[in-house]
């Protein structure tokens, strides 16, 4: 007995017609929705800026009103340390510390107590320590040590206190030439200030942060130091700062700056050494941050290992040890971080030797409006050169995961970035939500409390096989070239499968797109990412056009879509940005992938199909005449 057909005839077509109609409508519906969000919550938000408040000025330095003296009874250090302060300094200094022993203070905090507003308390070369924070309330004091460096005036706290110096609301504070160190959180912090000048101040040795400064506006630091802050160096809170000329070195960032209302400026500073060098963070919608004309190099320090032993435990940690104890999760190698940073202008930067990026940029997806990233410009920064011109190459130059609204770059002196193409500026581009795997990778490794912290970030210490993008990478590859058998073995399986090498070149393209892909991840690069891509959309491209021509129409249909949105995806990447797409287009192929590979499993594992028998056709002989047969 003959087969029989187990659908009706056709109605297997029409339901692989609207299955295909259905997928297609809702992938159109999720771009149309997504741009319209886009659209309404970033593109039309106002730009430029709107006018902020303005900001009060920083105090200037003055040589009058009453004068203070601290200093050290401690003859032989204040003698080592003023030994190398400048020889009319020194005299000076000698003269002053014979008074302050006299009639003058013994620390700081007795100093502060007894000054009224607009004294000057000057602050002799010694070694100073106390068990309690420091706390200024007094307006428009002026602190001056009288070293050569903030190293010859250090005051202390020896773990004993959270800060070692606390201004709150003391408008008008000029402090110069004090280094700060040894707190258990921030070894200088300043709150809800309105005018200040810190100016040639250093901080060492912090469980927190070195110099924080918080909620205050009109506020400079330069030419300060900061070094050893298990968070950052120098860390700017919702205030309006300038930090010029300073250093900073050894810290889990060299500054940080965060805040929606923040407005901050960080121009000519040195920072190296570092977990990351320079991180601009959750700035909002009315903030502008500007990093220029800094010197930016080996911010490459990994001290996640450290997490969960000894040496990181707050009874038995050795406070001397400079090396950190990191309790929020910097990208170890990355140069500039701007991270769900908004109205960022980072220009005319110097990196070099970073392991990770020179520059990394991310938006967190779905951020209220303008805190996902947005309007941010990278412009006219040099990577991979030291100051003496020789080359010391980034691993990265920039990295960037593609989410946000009016990012632009004008590099043209990039080596290698990720993506191999970014979109320069003038152009409005409008991405919600940008590359798949970036995107998993911010939200995995991104900024936050070590507590959790991932095995799986190789800018957090995962190496080799243990990186979540090589990881997600083999997995990929692996199921796309199962998906592509089995979607061999359904066409093989139709009544009229294809023909024999039908699948060579399909077969070989994904194949070596499938391989590319892992090779390109492993070794970051993102112009081979590009390419592997490329390859396989081009494989399914062939395998589509050969099942749809052998009758497996709706199969071979939809492998065409997804072939044509993969070379699509692939130009995004490598060719030229796409800027009318809200999306990146891996999330088109990848939203209709699942849809896909229940077609592609029913047909190759599914019931087989038949044409159905045709009837036998009935002919009526024909005699042909008697002169005309052939008989012998």
Not at 151 to 172: K, M
Not at 285 to 313: F, I, K, M, Q, W
Not at 465 to 489: I, K, N, S, Y
């Amino acid at each position: 007995m003959p087969p029989t057909r187990l659908t009706a005839p056709g109605a297997d077509r029409r339901l692989a017609a609207l299955a295909l109609m259905t997928g297609v409508l809702a992938v159109l519906v999720f771009t149309c929705y997504v741009g319209g969000t886009a659209t309404e919550s970033r593109i039309a938000e106002p730009d430029p800026f709107p006018a902020l408040p303005a900001t009060a000025a920083p105090p200037a330095f003055r040589d009058d009103g009453d004068l203070l003296l601290v200093c050290t009874a401690d003859h032989e250090d204040f003698t080592e340390r003023n030994a190398g302060v400048n020889y009319n300094e020194r005299i000076g200094n000698e003269r002053l510390q014979e008074d302050c022993l006299a009639d003058g203070h013994r620390d700081l905090a007795a100093a502060i107590a007894a000054a009224q507003p607009g004294t000057r308390i000057q602050v002799l070369p010694g070694h100073y320590t106390t068990d309690t924070a420091i706390v200024v309330e007094t307006t428009d004091l002026q602190i001056e040590g009288l070293g050569d460096t903030p190293d010859d005036v250090q005051i202390a706290a020896r773990f004993s206190a959270d800060t070692v110096l606390t201004a709150h609301a003391a408008s008008g504070l000029y402090l110069q030439g004090i280094a700060f160190g040894q707190a258990r959180g921030a070894a200088l912090r300043l709150t809800a200030v309105e005018s200040a000048a810190l100016v040639e101040v250093g901080a060492f040795q912090s469980d927190g942060a070195g110099l924080h400064i918080a909620d205050s506006t009109g506020v400079a630091l330069t030419d300060c130091r900061a070094d050893t802050a298990d968070t950052a160096g120098i860390l700017i809170e919702n205030s309006g700062v300038a930090v010029t000329g300073c250093e900073a070195t050894g810290n889990g960032a060299g500054i940080e700056i965060r805040g929606t209302a923040t407005t901050a400026t960080a121009t000519a500073n040195r920072l190296h050494d570092n977990t990351t060098g320079l991180v601009i963070t959750d700035t909002g919608p009315t903030a502008e941050v500007t990093a220029d004309d800094n010197v930016v190099y080996g911010n490459n320090t990994d001290d996640y290992h450290r997490l969960g032993t000894s040496a990181c435990d707050p009874a038995e940690r050795d406070w001397t040890d400079p090396a950190l104890c990191p309790d929020r999760t910097y990208p170890s190698g990355v140069g500039i971080l701007v991270a769900d940073g908004t109205g960022t202008t980072v220009t005319g930067n110097r990196i070099w030797n970073q392991q990770t990026a020179a520059v990394a940029a991310w938006g967190t997806p779905g951020q209220e409006t303008g805190l996902g990233g947005d309007r941010n410009t990278f412009s006219d920064n040099t990577y991979g050169e030291r100051e003496d011109g020789a080359r010391h190459r980034n691993r990265l130059d920039l990295w960037w995961d593609g989410t946000g609204v009016g990012n632009c770059f004008d590099e043209p002196r990039t080596h290698r970035t990720t993506p191999a193409v970014l979109p320069p500026c003038g152009t409005d581009t409008a991405r919600v939500i940008g590359d798949p795997l970036r995107t998993l990778k911010a939200a995995e490794c991104g900024l936050q409390s070590t507590d959790d912290l991932s095995r799986t970030c190789d800018w957090l210490g995962a190496r080799f096989t243990d990186r979540l993008e090589f990881q997600a990478a083999v997995a990929f590859a692996a199921v796309l070239l199962f998906l592509a058998g089995a979607g061999w073995l359904g066409a093989a399986r139709s009544p009229n499968p294809p023909r024999a090498g039908a699948m060579t070149f399909s077969a070989i393209a994904t194949g070596c797109g499938a391989l590319l892909f892992v090779l390109a991840v492993w070794s970051g690069r993102a112009d081979y990412e590009a390419l592997a891509v490329a390859l396989w959309g081009f494989g399914w491209l062939l395998a589509g056009r050969s099942w749809y021509g052998s009758g497996v129409r709706f199969l071979g249909a939809f492998t065409l879509l997804i072939g044509a949105l993969a070379v699509l995806d692939a130009v995004d990447r490598g060719i030229a940005t796409l800027s009318p797409m809200p999306v990146a287009p891996a999330w088109l192929w990848i939203a209709l992938l699942p849809l896909w590979t229940l077609f592609a499993l029913g047909a190759a594992f599914g019931p087989r199909r038949v044409h159905d028998t045709p009837a036998p056709i009935e002919r009526t002989p024909v005699t042909a005449p008697a002169s005309d047969r052939w008989d012998y």
